[in-house]
Nanobody, 125 residues
Framework: QVQLVESGGGLVQAGGSLRLSCAAS????????MGWFRQAPGKEREFVAA????????YYADSVKGRFTISRDNAKNTVYLQMNSLKPEDTAVYYC??????????????????WGQGTQVTVSS
């Protein structure tokens, strides 16, 4: 089991960029497929992006494809989400989560049950 802490959120104008980080503790992080998710006010949490254990395979929600990039550094136990061309509809609390030895489709639909505090992203128009 890994513990996860999200950071990097903030207030940005539409068209701007942010990079989120998800720091993990635990020696098994490199076996985890990881994902980023978000929850806007009054809406359910939704999948944003996922990356496999090696970083060689990624998967994105259609709403962020071409604008967001997920990456990871297993030496630093960290997953990143580079967000470019931000839109007001990207405003949400962003969370990371993961599952050991999982495929990316499972990450996108899995009921994790437990979530960290997340990091707030606010995009102004």
């Amino acid at each position: 089991q890994v513990q996860l802490v999200e950071s990097g959120g903030g207030l940005v104008q539409a068209g701007g960029s942010l990079r989120l980080s998800c720091a993990a503790s635990g020696r098994t992080f490199s076996t985890y497929a990881m994902g980023w998710f978000r929850q806007a006010p009054g809406k359910e949490r939704e999948f944003v992006a996922a990356i496999n254990w090696s970083g060689l395979s990624t998967y994105y929600a259609d709403s962020v494809k071409g604008r967001f990039t997920i990456s990871r550094d297993n030496a630093k136990n960290t997953v990143y989400l580079q967000m470019n061309s931000l839109k007001p509809e990207d405003t949400a609390v962003y969370y990371c989560n993961g599952k050991s030895r999982s495929n990316l489709i499972t990450i996108a639909i899995y009921d994790f049950g437990s979530w960290g505090q997340g990091t707030q992203v606010t995009v102004s128009s």
